[in-house]
């Protein structure tokens, strides 16, 4: 399947939650060295539930997509739940298959996200 | 380069040689300066090792290690006589490039080189020509200098002297850079630097494929390449060395065939080549990279740079007609069948995806060049690089698909 449909462009065109937060309660930028993709997610938390989420950045359709996608996924959720999101979540968001290098543009957002709330280092499914 | 070889390529039964373009339509490889495809005398004479006298080399007392180590030496004979080495123990197998200049860098960098002393590097160099020389430097306080290049990407001469200098005690040069397709004058740079008496490394990996290299005429001290990227296996590779250096040198890998006796505490060692060939080596590799010497040469380097000159060229002409291309690096006559670009608001991992999907292979990134991203104030380039089997088509579909990723993406800039 074509990685480069419409719904993946339009989320790289058309961004939800683009942009950043004034005083946020969690901020984290990270970038994948192997292909200089960036992407900061600043977060406004209470109570443990994500209020307010933005993202910023640069880098290809698939990592810039995906953030946007993740960023209308988790608001409203608690961080537990977000400590939960695994690979595969980000997988099925994503809904096409995608090559070894394409998969880390994919999980980015969701590596910065759990490094930014949490600390986790490393790629999500590869956690230590 | 010479040109008493020259012919025009006959590239359509040159493509039946390589089965991966037997689909219709046919994959457009444009990714050769990365790894080339195969054609199938090189894999036939691998198998040929592996199904009739598969064996280890050199002290097998049987006729199928005889044969085998016959193989592997006449694949050494044809790799010098490639690069006009003067004696054919001046080759030794590696693994690749990579390894070549690891091997001087740990071998004769481990005696030659100490604290105050100079390493000339350019911004051109492919890490493998960079790290190695960054960790001797680590390991004996000694300091790199690089030499510039213009907006061009052309090697500034006017700082030739200002790097060199009587502390200079090596330099190592691209000869051919991998990611703008640079031919760098490297004659020029050889006699410079042997006049302030520091030894020269040329990195050949983009070179020996593509034209010819003539290591006497060029006097350089060191020179290093892979098989993989002239139609040979993965898995072998070349260091050429004066014999003088070789010889003075430590070994770099410890084990078997690089002996001459051993006892409890103490070595002593084989002659050159098998001094730096520790182990069993990549035997069937070694032959199939004899064979594909055979192949490039039966194809003729002259023609494949000249056809090569002939592809740079039009994909020159064809990409400059594209709105908000970027290309970086010399003019075409400058430089051998690389070309890097960038399309404006397309990140280059998705131009690669969408020419993907077209059936172009393409290579987009850092290119092991980061420094020399870091120059032109890019992340990464897409780049198409060409070699013996590609064909004009290949550069139409090149340049057709580009602009069908651009009706895709352009609208959806932010």
């Known amino acids: ?128 | 380069m010479q040109t008493s070889d020259y012919r025009p390529l006959d590239v359509k039964s040159i493509r039946q040689d390589f089965p991966i373009f037997a689909e219709d339509p046919p994959l457009a490889f444009l990714d050769s300066a990365a790894s080339t495809q195969t054609p199938r005398p090189v894999v036939e004479a691998m198998d040929a090792y592996y199904d009739t006298y598969r064996s280890n080399i050199h002290r097998g007392i049987y006729r199928i290690s005889e044969e085998a180590t016959e193989q592997y030496e006449i694949a050494r004979q044809k790799v010098a006589k490639l690069i006009n080495s003067p004696r054919t123990s001046q080759i030794v197998f590696t693994r690749n490039t990579t390894e070549s200049i690891n091997l001087v860098a740990y071998s004769w960098g481990s005696v030659n080189i100490k604290q105050g002393d100079e390493i000339v590097l350019t911004v051109l160099e492919h890490h493998s020509n960079l790290v190695p020389w960054q960790l001797l430097a680590q390991r004996t306080g000694a300091t790199l200098k690089f030499l510039e290049i213009t907006d061009k990407g052309l090697l500034d001469f006017t700082q030739l002297q200002n790097v060199l200098s009587e502390k200079t005690k090596l330099v190592a040069i691209t000869h051919v850079s991998n990611v703008l397709g640079t031919i760098n004058p490297i004659q020029s740079i050889i006699d410079a630097a042997h006049a302030v008496n520091a030894t020269v490394l040329v990195d050949a990996a983009q070179s020996v494929p593509h034209f010819h290299v003539d290591v006497r005429q060029l006097d350089c001290d060191f020179l290093a390449f892979s098989g993989h990227k002239m139609c040979g296996p993965t898995g072998v590779g070349v260091l050429y060395g004066k014999m003088e250096l070789l010889e003075e040198m430590p070994p770099f890998l410890g084990g078997g065939s690089m002996i001459r006796s051993v006892e409890r505490d103490i070595s002593t060692y084989a002659d050159v080549p098998a001094k730096f060939e520790a182990g069993t080596p990549s035997i069937a590799e070694a032959i199939g990279l004899g064979r594909a010497v055979d192949y490039i040469t039966q194809a003729g380097l002259a023609s494949i740079h000249v056809h090569e000159q002939e592809l740079v060229k039009y994909a020159h002409q064809r990409l400059e007609e594209i709105e908000g291309i970027t290309i970086y690096g010399p003019e075409p006559h400058q430089k051998a069948g690389v070309i890097s670009f960038n399309l404006e608001g397309i990140h280059p991992h998705d131009v690669a995806g969408i020419l993907d999907t077209y059936n172009i292979a393409i290579r987009a990134g850092h290119h092991c060049a980061q420094p020399l991203m870091k120059k032109f104030d890019v992340i990464a380039t897409a780049r198409a690089s060409f070699y013996l089997y590609n064909t004009i088509d290949d550069v139409e579909r090149l340049c057709d698909a580009l602009q069908k990723a651009q009706t895709l993406m352009t609208r959806r800039n932010k």
Not at chain 1, 8 to 20: K, M, R, V, W
Not at chain 1, 71 to 80: A, F, P, V
Request: glycine content about 10%; aromatic content about 4%; overall charge negative.
């Open chain 1, 1 to 128: 399947m074509n990685i480069y449909q419409e719904e993946l462009l339009d989320h790289y065109e058309n961004p939800s939650n683009y942009g950043t937060l004034p005083n946020p309660d969690i901020s984290h930028e990270e970038d994948n060295p192997l292909c200089g993709d960036k992407i900061r997610m600043d977060l406004m938390v209470d109570d443990g539930t994500i209020k307010e989420v933005r993202f910023s950045g640069h880098g290809c359709t698939i990592s810039q997509a995906a953030a946007s996608m993740l960023t209308e996924k988790i608001e409203g959720k608690s961080l537990e739940e977000i400590k939960n999101l695994s690979r595969d979540d980000i997988m099925d968001m994503i809904g096409i298959p995608l090559g070894p290098v394409r998969v880390k543009c994919a999980l980015l957002a969701l590596k910065v996200l759990k490094a930014g709330a949490y600390g986790i280092k490393g790629w999500p499914g590869e956690e230590e």
